[in-house]
């Protein structure tokens, strides 16, 4: 099993417990170690950003 899916509460006390706040959106546990990292990312006006759904693939 993944990691974010043996992290993912399956009840509302898990899921308080578990999830986390950052600059006001709740996100899963996985998410944590990479947060402030990403917060402090330097972006270049050539900078061009993908997003994507988590566990998508790029065509």
């Given at each position: 099993m993944a990691e974010s899916e043996a992290?993912?509460?399956s009840t509302p006390i898990e899921f308080e417990s578990k999830y986390f706040e950052f600059d006001g959106v709740r996100l899963p546990?996985?998410?944590r170690r990479k947060?402030?990292?990403i917060?402090?990312?330097s972006l270049r006006s050539?900078?061009?950003l993908?997003?994507?759904?988590p566990k998508s693939e790029l065509i």
């Amino acid at each position: 099993m993944a990691e974010s899916e043996a992290d993912t509460p399956s009840t509302p006390i898990e899921f308080e417990s578990k999830y986390f706040e950052f600059d006001g959106v709740r996100l899963p546990p996985f998410c944590r170690r990479k947060m402030e990292e990403i917060a402090n990312f330097s972006l270049r006006s050539s900078d061009i950003l993908i997003v994507t759904y988590p566990k998508s693939e790029l065509i």
